[in-house]
């Protein structure tokens, strides 16, 4: 089943933690250097998604693979996948191509059909010069507030038994946009129950992260917009339909009862569906 356009908008916030560090400013908390806003790239965001559908659901059909991981090169990938869509070895592939260059749309059709994260996120695969542009997208997100920085001596990761000083985000309460593109999904297969397998990762995509003890990061509001395929209402309004406010007399947020959310959709056409997941 078809998807149609869909914007994501999702708020969580963190404690004592830092969710996405920057390696230019020696893997401090990421932060716009004017405003002083929290930052949390598209790529982070894609990774911890990756991660837990892989964990809730790698035992489905279709969901159990990444094309990014290290079980094998892409190029390795690539040639498999080749062999299974053609039955072609890599050398009669590339000779076949000269002829039907149809034939890199198949492997790719395949691959995506293989792998999610190409499915969801699109890939490059360099031995059939060819590229998918997934219809995922995330893009950066940023704190409703500044952020306040502190030294916090904590466990290092990988090595629990060594205790290191880190810069951590006091505390942060984040907006990210995530939209799902009919046309692309079109392309790479990406269907209903994709998307519903998505929503359900943007909900638990902190848990391991909470169980191992990495960072403390809570999803608090995460709402849905899905249009019909005319695309009537662009992405900017939707996004102000959701909004996140200090409480009177707050002045420095300390934790998420500091705000309160609210998602007003009176102005939207009856083509928006509207739906709040948390």
Request: with cysteine; proline share 4%; glycine share 6%.
């Amino acid at each position: 089943m078809s998807v149609n356009p869909t914007l994501i908008r999702i708020f969580f916030d963190v404690v004592d933690s830092n969710i996405n560090e920057d390696p230019n400013k020696k893997n401090m908390p990421r932060m716009d250097p004017e405003t002083k806003h929290g930052l949390v790239t598209g790529e982070c965001i894609k990774r911890h998604l990756r991660q837990t559908i892989l964990e809730r659901h790698g035992g489905k059909p279709g969901y159990g693979r990444l094309y990014i991981d290290n079980s094998a090169s892409l190029q390795a990938k690539d040639e498999q996948a080749v062999r299974e869509a053609t039955g072609m070895s890599k050398s009669e592939f590339s000779e076949a191509c000269k002829k039907d260059n149809s034939l890199r749309t198949l492997v790719s059709k395949h691959i995506a059909k293989t792998y999610f994260d190409v499915r969801f996120f699109g890939g490059v695969h360099a031995r059939l010069l060819a590229r998918q542009n997934g219809p995922v997208q995330v893009d950066v997100g940023c704190t409703v507030d500044p952020i306040h920085l502190v030294d916090r001596v904590k466990p290092k990761y990988k090595h629990p038994e060594i205790l290191e000083k880190a810069s951590v985000t006091k505390y942060g309460l984040y907006a990210v946009s995530c939209s799902v593109d009919n046309i692309a999904a079109t392309k790479t297969g990406f269907a209903q129950e994709d998307l519903d397998v998505l929503l359900d990762a943007i909900l638990h995509m902190f848990d391991s992260e909470k169980t191992q003890r990495r960072v403390k990061a809570t999803v608090r509001k995460v709402v849905a917009f899905e249009q019909d395929a005319s695309f009537d209402v662009p992405e900017w309004k939707l996004e102000g339909c959701v909004k996140a406010t200090l409480n009177a007399g707050v002045e420095a947020p300390e934790k998420f009862e500091d705000y309160t959310i609210t998602v007003d959709t009176a102005a939207l056409p009856e083509t928006v569906k509207v739906t709040t997941l948390a």
